[in-house]
């Protein structure tokens, strides 16, 4: 089974710039998650989809961040504009939806340096 | 505001010996707690996970003990081998929606 796909793997931009970053969940998983993971610290959750319905963006930057999951599969992160505390891994992950949606499967990341 | 308080910040064990990672909580609503591995340049990865009902649970080299009345749990891994050295957070999640909130990790060394 495939895991979730993230991409791209690197990303560095000047500040002020925009920069989008794309994720795959695993297939029939309901449930995706977005997190920003700043170097030491634990991730922290931006942003959760139920399909392609947004359950909680309560910790989500909305005057520059923005997420979008369409079809209820695919997931784009979007930064405009980009800001230097906004270097940091931003992780993907995704769960089935109920019950069996204790365990979330994380991404590899993309790591994003902001000059 | 941490709602997880996660310690030591790193750990040095040496082969063989046992690794202690210790976390506590504020939120008494939160029902479930896992422990997720991370090494470098990979997400991070479920490694046990326990209930607050149960004090204990094992799962081969790694054991989870839980302390409701204290708001406390902690990792031990028995055995520590080099190929655990990674970085361990603990986290909690409460309701149906399953939200993690993360401690701030503990990077462990197991030396040869």
């Known amino acids: 089974e495939a895991g979730v796909a993230q991409s791209p793997r690197y990303k560095i931009i000047e500040k002020r710039q925009s920069v989008a970053f794309w994720c795959n969940p695993i297939s029939g998983h309901a449930t995706l998650y977005w997190y920003q993971q700043i170097l030491g610290q634990g991730p922290k959750l931006l942003i959760q989809?139920?399909?392609?319905?947004?359950?909680?963006d309560s910790q989500l930057p909305k005057d520059r961040f923005s997420a979008e999951r369409l079809k209820g599969v695919d997931s784009t992160l979007k930064i405009q504009p980009a800001k230097l505390e906004d270097s940091a891994v931003y992780l993907c992950a995704s769960s089935l939806y109920g019950a069996g949606g204790n365990t979330q499967y994380f991404g590899p990341g993309t790591r994003l340096t902001v000059l | 505001q941490q709602q997880v308080k996660q310690s030591p910040q790193s750990l040095i064990v040496q082969k063989g010996g046992i690794s202690i990672i210790n976390c506590a909580y504020e939120?008494?609503?939160?029902?479930?707690f896992p422990w997720y591995q991370q090494f470098p340049g990979k997400g991070p990865a479920l490694l046990i996970a326990i209930r607050p009902d149960v004090s204990e649970k094992k799962e081969g080299r790694f054991t989870i003990s839980f302390n409701k009345s204290a708001k406390q749990f902690s990792l031990h891994i028995m055995d520590s081998q080099p190929g655990d050295s990674a970085t361990y957070f603990c986290a909690a999640t409460v309701g149906s929606a399953r939200q993690l909130t993360f401690g701030s990790g503990t990077q462990l060394t197991v030396l040869p």
């Open positions: 939120n008494t609503a939160f029902d479930y």
């Open positions: 989809f139920q399909n392609n319905g947004v359950v909680d």
